[in-house]
């Protein structure tokens, strides 16, 4: 082997390891952000699950309140006819 083809095998021989390290660290960089993603993949399914279960539970306190006001009316007419009877005597 003469000494220019031992320089370029020891020249592509070092730009293919370094190339390996190369694909080697980006692998590795893809294999964090995966994780990452699926971490956040996850965290955004509980927080569509909190907003799910906070609109659910905001619709049954509509909803009671709607039954509250309902009887406050009811009372207020009630109370309004009791009054009125008392103060006229019957």
Excluded: P, V, W
């Amino acid at each position: 082997m003469t000494e220019l083809e031992k320089m370029l095998k020891d020249t592509l021989t070092r730009i293919e390891q370094d190339f390996s390290r190369s694909l080697a660290a980006q692998g590795k960089i893809l294999d964090d952000q995966q994780r990452a993603l699926t971490a956040h993949g996850q965290s955004l399914r509980q927080l569509q699950e909190a907003i799910s279960q906070g609109k659910t539970e905001a619709q049954s306190l509509t909803k009671r309140l709607e039954d509250l006001a309902g009887l406050y009316k009811r009372l207020e007419l009630l109370l309004s006819r009791l009054n009125s009877s008392i103060l006229n005597g019957r």
